[in-house]
């Protein structure tokens, strides 16, 4: 997860949405702004994330470090499969 940040909202360019990163259930990759475009604008998701997370019983599964490393090179061309720096909210 990237720390946390403040980004615009895409809708209401005026008002600050804070940021939490991006999230994955090694098949997905959601912004951590998304609770916010939910909550408050009552977003449609696509029905194959809806069905995959169903599937899953609405559960993330836990991953490999293997996993994670390979996501972060796919995500983070620069990532040299260090330990991130840890998150700190201010």
Excluded: Q
Excluded at 48 to 72: G, I, K, Q, R, Y
């Amino acid at each position: 997860m990237i720390p946390l940040s403040h980004a615009p909202d895409l809708l209401d360019p005026g008002r600050r949405v804070k940021e939490r990163g991006e999230w994955t259930d090694g098949v997905w990759v959601w912004d951590g702004t998304l609770v916010h475009y939910l909550r408050r604008y009552h977003v449609a998701l696509p029905e194959e994330f809806l069905a995959h997370m169903a599937a899953n019983a609405w559960t993330v599964p836990p991953m490999s470090d293997d996993d994670m490393d390979e996501l972060c090179r796919l995500r983070f061309p620069f990532w040299d499969g260090g330990v991130a720096a840890p998150v700190v909210e201010a």
